[in-house]
Nanobody, 123 residues
Framework: QVQLVESGGGLVQAGGSLRLSCAAS????????MAWFRQAPRKEREFVAG????????YYADSVKGRGTISRDNTKNTVYLQMNSLKPEDTAVYYC????????????????WGQGTQVTVSS
């Protein structure tokens, strides 16, 4: 099992940046594919970005492509999401998630979830 704890959310003005972190417990972090999802009020949880076990492959939703960067440090059991040029529509609770199989942009396919961190972008 793995436990995930997100941090780094907050209130930021449109055009600003945030770096979200997700710290994982356990000694097998490198076995897990990691992803970030987000959920805005009254909307379904949506895929934001995913990263392979080694970090060599990354995947992005069209809505964040060019503005978001996912990365991981397996020595620190941490995955990151750098978000730049933030827009009000990026406002959501951001969750990190883990699974043992390849990256997929479908929330129910992930086995482990963090509690989420709120990102609010003001216009």
């Amino acid at each position: 099992q793995v436990q995930l704890v997100e941090s780094g959310g907050g209130l930021v003005q449109a055009g600003g940046s945030l770096r979200l972190s997700c710290a994982a417990s356990g000694r097998t972090f490198s076995r897990y594919v990691m992803a970030w999802f987000r959920q805005a009020p009254r909307k379904e949880r949506e895929f934001v970005a995913g990263i392979s076990w080694s970090g060599a492959s990354t995947y992005y939703a069209d809505s964040v492509k060019g503005r978001g960067t996912i990365s991981r440090d397996n020595t620190k059991n941490t995955v990151y999401l750098q978000m730049n040029s933030l827009k009000p529509e990026d406002t959501a609770v951001y969750y990190c998630a883990a699974r043992l199989r390849p990256v997929i942009a479908v929330a129910p396919e992930y086995d482990y979830w963090g509690q989420g961190t709120q990102v609010t972008v003001s216009s």
